[in-house]
């Protein structure tokens, strides 16, 4: 399944209808994806993980929330500001089985978005919990896409407090399950881990490797606009892909190289992890220039050959990554190929689950308008502790010169902060667009919300 608009659709059509995505949205959700939430799984980014804590301590207000009946519970979440803490309810409801403990202490949701923060604790002290500790199979039920990332970690007690962030869905009210099946630990970052072979030598490694234009591939992910010449070849269905060797060439203990090859300007380089750690693992190439900066070029993804489902993920036997390389043959000189490494200690697998009661009346304020957005009517300005929705009717372009990006503006003057957005349409022609707040934002502070160079005055 390709990553464009159609295959969007495709792959949520059950759960929210079709998807009309411009390319910057696009690339916000798909940053925000859980892999097997979603139909295309994104291959996940290698990078250091940042800590949330100094976000959610930007704003700070006296406002008593739902946890100030329990004070242990506010104590456990004290990285929070009170600013979040006004908008939690306590859950505190528990599962423990082969000596780990989840407990989800606390959530938030408006009527699309559900906010979780929970806890992960191993009770036999293994050492299974880390701070690096990476949820990937799990789920906050009846949201489309949920993503998780660690905020705290306490080495004392081994134990790792985590946000969880459902979204696109119905959370107003009802019950809802936050279910964990398994997990990573002991996450290792390595950044230039290859030999750093010349364009040539890449090329080279595997002589005269046969090539396949079927087309058929169970996915890929581009980095990079479509208008290249890679991302043509992709939404065309015409980009070769090296078929492998019987005898693949070893890289590093969990992952060798199966083909290689430049092929109409671009370096293809396929590898083949071990059906271990491997499955988890990830090797990402790299271009880097003459001083060892890295290189900005459009890349992809190709998944190839037979799959395995673990859990909600399929996982393929083989991965192929395509470099598009400059035209200028200047420009090659000196160019450098690397690899960056993220290797995992341990998959710990279980079943861990817990339901509570989502609050079925949550803080809003809104406005109606009639406001033309170039093809399509705003309609309605939604604003929650956890965001702004703008619901419209008609159709969205993605050459359209109207930005329909949300400024929400603060009685005291300051502009809000966004952390990621959506964009969902259905053969109806509605529209609606949410872009999630980096902290909560009480709505009763919003002086207005600005849209295509428009102010919109909420409702008291």
Known sequence: ???????????????????????????????????????????????????????????????????????????????????????????????????????????MNDEDVAVVYMSLQDTAGSGRVSNSVELFDYEIS?????????????????????????????????????????????????????????LAEAAALVPETPLDYSGQYPGWMLDGALDTPLG???QSDRLPVLKPLSEPLPLTGWCALSAAGEVDGMLHLQIRPDGGMGRFNRLQFVLTGPDGERLQLPYAEVELGEQERIGVHEISERLETVLELP???????????NYDLLTYKEYVEGDWSVSFRLDDEPAQRSARCAMD??????????????????????????????????????????????????????????????????????????????????????ED
């Open 327 to 337: 035209d200028d043959e200047a420009a090659r000189q000196g160019l450098r190929v």
């Open 1 to 107: 399944m390709r990553i464009n608009e159609e295959s969007v659709r495709r792959a949520v059509d059950g759960g929210l209808s079709q998807l009309t995505l411009t390319e910057q949205k696009k690339q916000a959700i798909l940053a925000q994806c859980r892999p097997g939430i979603a139909v295309v799984r994104p291959r996940r980014v290698l990078r250091r993980a940042a800590a949330l804590a100094a976000a959610f301590a930007l704003m700070v207000t006296a406002a008593a929330g739902a946890l100030a009946a329990s004070p242990d519970l506010a104590q456990r979440l004290d990285m929070l500001s009170r600013q979040a803490l006004a908008f939690l309810y306590p859950v505190e409801q528990s599962a423990e089985q082969n000596g780990i403990r989840m407990e989800v202490l606390a959530a």
């Open 142 to 198: 009846g949201a489309v896409f949920t993503d998780s990332e660690v905020v705290q970690y306490d080495p004392a007690s081994g134990t790792a407090l985590l946000r969880l962030t459902g979204s696109c869905g119905r959370m107003d009210g009802g019950r809802v399950s936050v279910t964990v099946r398994s997990f990573l630990t002991g996450a290792e970052y390595t950044e230039l881990a290859g030999p750093g072979w010349t």
């Open 373 to 458: 957005m170039g093809g399509w009517t705003l309609e309605e300005v939604l604003v929650t502790p956890l965001g702004v929705t703008l619901r419209g009717q008609g159709e969205m372009f993605a050459n359209s010169s109207l930005d329909a990006t949300p400024t929400v503006v603060l009685r005291d003057g300051r502009a809000v902060e966004f952390t990621s957005a959506s964009t969902s349409t259905d053969m109806d022609g509605r529209i609606e667009m949410k872009d999630l707040f980096c902290i909560p934002v009480p709505p009763q502070d919003v002086a207005y919300v600005e849209v295509g160079g428009q102010r919109i005055l909420l």
């Open 232 to 234: 043509a070849q992709l």
